[in-house]
């Protein structure tokens, strides 16, 4: 090599040296310099520094050759296979991802890219490279990966069918539960034309949906029969510059059972329809009955009063007898009439309400059964009623049938002591009227209510059986209920509700 040769190499290296002081300041990374010939590696201090975070004081001459133990032990074979690849390839640039132990014993993930410098019969002679720390963007990565993996885990395993895709309606996501709801498989749609796929449906309900859903920018939420599948579904859209997510729920069963209860419905209604019909058909017939059984009725009464009257002395005593049971007869029977009649007529009620003061109704029945109060040497107590507004004859005759049963089930031997209550609620009042009498077993509690049930004969207690029967009639009319509590020996209190709204003012 000439003098002149020597120097332009000289100042050619002096400037390539300078370049490279210049990059390694400049730049975040650690730049470094391998001579394979004598095996020294020149790396800068402030790069250093920074990926293994070490202090000043640490970085003594040797530190900086502390690089294959920071290695971590998984990647040493890594680094093994790109060395030898160097020297055995005529490759001229390298690069490697591995992990290095920080000062502090956590692992930094750098980047090491390099030039390979070679000889005229390509053997390695310098490598000359710069590290980069790329932990954070690994662990980003890292994070990103798990969420889609978290995502993908998520959508494969809600219970709900899902897909996905861009603006130009290209599947990008197809999951297990659409392929078997819409049954098409993955590989058949995804990357596909959603419309080439479901030419069917290109102006289905859902294909409307997706459109405005888009067209608004907003979620929307429908349901459609899919009729190849023959199944019903609540679908929920949700647009976005991505372009659409659909997410699909089998909703046949509850489908089916709301159009069955539907049904179930509308079957009721007429049934309710027609039984009031008959109910009405019923009233009417009882109502003809007994108003045409009592001209017969009153015939036979008569005549056998004419009878008495006429042939009284001819007739022996046994005749007269028969005579007076067939009178007693016909008279229960006419009781029982009107009863049925009354019956009927429950909630045939024409015209105004009247503004009925329950303190004067009570009032007025106590003079009605003077008599009896009298014979049964009874108290009625009653609390301060309120003012009810209704028509004023079921009103008196529900009062009116329960005093009337308190002072005739008496108890024979003591005073009878007839209390009414009245407790306010919300919408309604509460009655109570209760006695000291003979009590009902709790076995005959509901069977009382119902048409002729008596619990005693005659002889024991004069009645027809009706008048809970009526009772409990009129105070459902008016949309109350009534009810039962008794003890046998002790008393018993009759409960009846009353609604205030329409029918009540304070
Ligand atoms: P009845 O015309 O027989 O009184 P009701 O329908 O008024 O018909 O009553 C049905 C039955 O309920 C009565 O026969 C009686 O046995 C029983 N009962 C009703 N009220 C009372 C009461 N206050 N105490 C005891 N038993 C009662």
């Known amino acids: 090599m000439t003098l002149q040769k020597k120097k332009q190499a000289e100042l050619k290296l002096k400037e390539s040296n300078e370049r490279y002081n210049l990059i390694s300041q400049a730049t975040n990374d650690m730049v470094w310099d391998w001579d394979l010939l004598t095996g020294k590696i020149y790396r800068n201090k402030a790069g250093w520094k920074k990926i293994f975070r070490t202090g000043e004081d640490e970085i003594k001459n040797g530190s900086l050759d502390d690089w294959d133990s920071r290695v971590h032990p998984d990647d040493k074979d890594k680094i093994k296979i790109v060395k030898e690849n160097i ?172 159009i ?88 045939r009620t024409e015209g105004q309400h009247d503004i009925i003061d329950l303190n004067e109704l009570v009032d007025e029945i106590k003079i009605l059964f003077r008599k009896q109060i009298q014979e049964k040497n009874a108290v009625i107590v009653s609390d301060i009623l309120p003012s009810v507004q209704g028509f004023i004859s079921p009103v008196r005759q529900v009062f009116q049938n329960l005093i009337s049963n308190a002072l005739t089930y008496a108890k024979k031997d003591i005073e009878a002591q007839i209390n009414i209550n009245c407790s306010t609620f919300d919408d309604y009042w509460q009655f109570a009227v209760s006695d000291n009498g003979i009590g009902i077993d709790p076995e005959y509690f509901d069977k009382i209510f119902i048409i002729f049930q008596r619990l005693h004969n005659k002889d024991e207690f004069s009645g027809t059986g009706l008048g809970l029967a009526v009772t409990k009639k009129i105070v459902e009319n008016l949309g109350g209920k009534i009810w039962v509590e008794s003890e046998e020996e002790k008393g018993s209190t009759f409960y009846f509700t009353m609604k205030k709204q329409l029918e009540g003012i304070k």
């Not at 290209?170 to 959603?194: P, R, S």
């Not at 949906?209 to 939420?221: G, L, V």
């Not at 019923?282 to 007994?290: D, G, I, K, P």
């Not at 067939?326 to 029977?333: F, H, P, Q, S, Y």
């Open 87 to 258: 020297l055995r390839s005529t490759q001229d640039f390298f690069e490697i991802e591995c992990r290095v132990r920080r000062n502090d014993g956590t692992y930094a993930f750098i980047l090491d890219r390099g030039n390979i410098v070679r000889d005229a019969d390509g053997k390695a002679l310098r490598l000359i490279g710069a590290t980069q720390d790329i932990t954070e963007r690994k662990k980003a990565e890292e994070a990103l990966i798990l969420t889609l993996i978290e995502k993908n885990t998520i959508l494969e395993s809600i219970g709900d069918a899902f897909f996905a895709t861009d603006t130009n309606w290209v599947v990008t996501y197809w999951n297990n539960h659409a392929e078997k709801m819409l049954g098409v498989a993955k590989k058949e749609i995804i990357g596909q034309y959603l419309w080439d796929v479901f030419k069917d449906s290109v102006d289905s309900v859902s294909y409307k949906k997706y459109q405005e859903a888009i067209a608004t920018n907003t979620s929307i939420q429908f349901e459609d029969f899919y009729a190849p599948m023959e199944r019903w579904y609540e679908i929920s859209a949700y647009p976005s510059d991505r372009g659409l997510s659909v997410y699909f729920k089998d909703i046949t069963e509850r489908k089916y059972s709301d």
């Open 260 to 347: 069955q209860l539907k049904e179930l419905n509308s079957s009721l209604q007429l049934q309710a329809k027609e039984l009031v019909l008959s109910n009405t058909e019923l009233e009417q017939f009882a109502y003809v009955a007994s108003h045409d059984l009592q001209e017969p009725l009153r015939m036979v009464t008569s005549f056998l009063t004419q009878l008495q009257k006429k042939y009284g002395t001819i007739i022996d005593d046994r005749g007269k007898q028969y005579i007076e049971f067939a009178v007693d007869g016909a008279k229960r029977m006419r009781q029982v009439i009107l009863d049925l009649l009354e019956y009927s007529r429950v909630g």
